[in-house]
């Protein structure tokens, strides 16, 4: 490898890293999501990864057909930025959805207390709360099986497809106009690593640090807790963060 390939390729990982770890959105829904839908550590990585594939995928496969088709790169740039601003509205649009869902649930789910007196006279009481069927519940699960389980992944799935990589075209006009074909692999295999990677990491920290919390009171809060955090990245994304 010589000192310019090298050279490259290290930009491609220091982009591919500092892109994902300075955006928020890369991580945090997932995170969220997790937590509020009772994801396994293994779920969450793999809709992590899945995402984070379709989110790499997409811009190295705009960015490679521009170049092949001969297409400037202010073009690709301004496609790029046109999905940025998409994205950001699916984030916003998805995060309020579900956080006025979450809301609702809440309330619904509210606990009151019941009173029992028993046959020596003595009095007793307890605190419930109502699942969707309305029935009693003493000790509920933190994230119960709901009709968005199955649905949540694909909506991110989406979204991330959707979710440009601003900093991978730049990087491949270069090896392109040197008519390189290794030197863009290099360049789409180390920027993609580095954005997984930091994207998995960040996600099984930050799944770790939830599970450490213990916040029994705002158990029935969870779905809105993780719907705020997805609009908050939306509207991050919007501000350019």
Known sequence: MNSELAAL?????????????LGPDHYVPFAAMARAGGWSRRKTLLITLGCGVAHVGS???????????????????GLEASRGELAGWLLIGFGLAYFVWGLVR??????????????????????????ADHLHVHEPPFAEE????????????????FGPCEPLIPLL????????????????LAFS?????????AVALLVWGLET?????????????????????????????
């Open 9 to 21: 390729t290290i930009t491609a990982v220091t982009l591919g890293v500092v892109h994902t770890a």
């Open 59 to 77: 811009s190295v496969v705009i960015g490679l057909l521009g170049l092949a088709l001969g297409s400037m790169v202010v073009s690709l740039e």
């Open 106 to 131: 809440a309330w619904r789910n509210r606990p009151h207390t019941h009173w029992h007196v028993h046959a020596d006279g003595t009095i007793h009481s307890h605190p419930h709360v109502h699942d």
């Open 146 to 161: 709901d009709a968005t389980a199955g649905l949540t992944p694909w909506v991110l799935f989406v979204i991330f497809a």
């Open 173 to 188: 006009i270069y090896p392109a106009a040197q008519a390189d074909p290794l030197a863009v692999v290099l360049v789409v």
């Open 193 to 201: 690593a580095a954005t997984l990677l930091v994207m998995l990491v």
């Open 213 to 241: 919390l213990r916040w029994a009171k705002l158990h029935r809060f969870s779905h809105a807790l993780a719907g705020a955090a997805v609009l908050g990245c939306g509207v991050l994304v919007k501000l350019g963060l």
